[in-house]
């Protein structure tokens, strides 16, 4: 099966992100361009808050 949805680019985040030449490794290996995010170690704690406090995710984000 051919995924519906194929990635155009990569956006690195976390601590790995930082590691020296991980971006051109997965540049080379991969053949699509990467990125690093703004802030690598936060992004995604801030993303989730952010996803937390948008009334448009109530309906699949509760509390089980």
Not at 13 to 37: D, M, N
Not at 44 to 52: D, E, Q, V
């Amino acid at each position: 099966n051919v995924p519906r949805i194929a990635p155009q680019r990569l956006v690195l985040a976390g601590g790995g992100a930082l590691l020296h030449g991980v971006s051109l490794l997965l540049a080379e290996q991969t053949g699509l361009p990467v990125s690093v995010a703004e802030d690598p170690l936060n992004c995604t704690a801030l993303g989730a808050g952010r996803t937390l406090e948008d009334s448009t995710y109530a309906c699949v984000l509760h509390a089980g």
